[in-house]
């Protein structure tokens, strides 16, 4: 069933899972990070680049994070996606406003029956690697990271850093694979906390749940998460529109409790303020993650006969501001 | 039944009500446009004004129109209510923000059985007012103007102007009364062109029904209304959020249907570029006029079992920006 799955599964030690290869495409705030401690812990790891390239090429990567610096001087970079070799595994850390590239990129990163592992905002992702990739294993990534990138081939990192991971399969949970299992001890083996899931889907609605109310409303309020929290209007909205998740949640058959908001609005106070990707984005004038964080959550919920008339709100809220960027 | 209008029903020219005198409660945009125009028509005016005190009794008002100018060199201008006399027409057109100051002005603004008018904006002023002075005839206006104060004294007129009024009564339509048709000839008698409308609550949700997407969404996206319509995602915001409205407006037993939304829409397409209201007094700093455009009318509606969730949106929104002002 899973080809690459059929060699790598063999592999009980990491010393051979080092040989493997790994493309990292999109070597920003998230790719940057992951991918400059997989190649310091040892992997072969194939950084596809843009804007930096020529930057990273001369200079390496710098990672200056809370858990110590890392200088890689030598970095395998590459402008051209056809230039990269066929890996065993490729890391998409794209934002998903550039997803249309996806198509050009991954059947030359990708060896076949590779395994792609998307660490990827909002609901939608898996299936759109799948269509491209039909061969591959595609694993989605949760990450709870803080980091952004300060520089030209220089990633800072804040906060936390752990990935959620559960393989993609169209009919329903997957369950907790052997080929998850294998790419958990890949990060492991890197010093990342990786958690597994049996239920991306499941898991992708619990973040989106968060995603929904936090990045919207710092981008429309113009407030990082400490306020957001910190003041009754905009908590009961968070609250409000982060019910409303929930309720989406359970109509596409995946039983989140509403519990579970108080729980993640009660974690987000504890936090430091923290400014959510999508008013990252905004303030640097990127394009923000609509289609991915709202527009695909409200048309699976629609799917299921649930109306998400709040998040559909805030959605055109933010694509006006989007529109008004330059 | 009412006492302020045995006598002046009676009157049938403008002659003897030109005698009446009218206090105007707020010279501001709205309070000072009809102020100035009615005491240029010979009305004996009283005007209550705060900061601007000291320079209009110096220096006079003046309007500046699209009509032709106007200066008042004499004003009979008050700092105090209590200095006011008792007015036959008292016109409150203060924001409703400063509201709870009325219980302190209007039993010395009104003479017993006067007539209250009230050009503010929301829901529940009318109420408000009749709590206040439960022997007063309360009449509700809703203005069609655009105009700003400039200066101290100093309003600018830029179009419009017309006014629409209907008489409160807590137990349904008043009807088109005596007294309204006489208030009405006030204003007719200064060119102001004015509707009388029979069942104010319906007139209060259909201006509502435009206030409330208009007024919140050009605060919270920094648009006048030509760049709210002219924008697909805003202008499919403002209808669902208009959608409601005139939904709960329904709920209240008012008939408005929801082809009123696309005649709305329709005529703001066709006016000039126009900053509501709450965009100007957000701009300005000055707080917002939550409680009578949000608040009142999603309690009304929650009372009778419709619950306004884009509108509580708006609100909560409107909430935490309208906090951060200093």
Not at 33 to 39: M, N, V
Not at 184 to 192: G, K, L, N
Not at 308 to 321: D, F
Request: proline share 4%; charged share 20%; aromatic share 8%.
């Amino acid at each position: 069933m899973y080809p690459g799955l059929a060699l790598d599964s063999n592999l009980k030690n990491l010393e051979r899972t080092a040989k493997m290869k790994i493309a990292v495409i999109g070597t920003g705030a998230v790719g940057g990070y992951y991918g400059i401690l997989l190649a310091k812990s040892g992997f072969d790891v194939h950084f596809l680049l843009n804007s930096d390239f020529d930057h990273v090429k001369t200079h390496g990567l710098y990672l200056s994070s809370v858990d110590g610096d890392i200088k890689l001087e030598q970095v395998n970079a590459y402008d051209d996606p056809r230039d990269l070799p066929f890996c065993d595994i490729v890391i998409v850390a794209l934002k998903t406003t550039s997803n249309h590239l996806l198509k050009d990129i991954l059947p030359h990163a990708a060896k076949p029956g590779g395994v792609l592992v998307m660490l990827q905002n909002g609901l939608g992702v898996e299936e759109q690697a799948q269509e491209i990739l039909p061969g591959a294993t595609v694993i989605g990534g949760l990450c709870f990271l803080c980091s952004n990138k300060t520089g030209p081939g220089h990633i800072r990192h804040l906060d936390y850093g752990s990935v959620r991971i559960g393989q993609y399969h169209s009919g329903g949970p997957a369950g907790k694979t052997d080929i998850l299992k294998m790419v958990s001890d890949i990060f492991s083996s890197a010093a990342v906390a990786v958690e597994i899931t049996g239920d991306l889907g499941r898991a992708r609605w619990e973040k989106l749940a968060w995603n929904i109310p936090f990045n919207g409303m710092s981008v429309i309020l113009d407030a990082d998460t400490s306020r957001l929290v910190n003041h009754p209007a905009s908590l009961s909205a968070l609250k409000n529109v982060m019910l409303e998740v929930t309720g989406a949640a359970r109509s596409c058959g995946y039983d989140i409790d509403d519990g579970f908001c108080d729980t993640m609005i009660t974690a987000t106070t504890k936090m430091v303020a923290y400014k959510p990707s999508m008013k990252l984005d905004h303030e640097a004038k990127r394009p923000l993650e609509i289609d991915m964080i709202y527009r695909k959550p409200i048309e699976a919920a629609e799917a299921a006969g649930y109306c998400m008339e709040k998040t559909r709100l805030l959605m055109n809220l933010l694509r006006y501001l989007d529109s008004k960027r330059f």
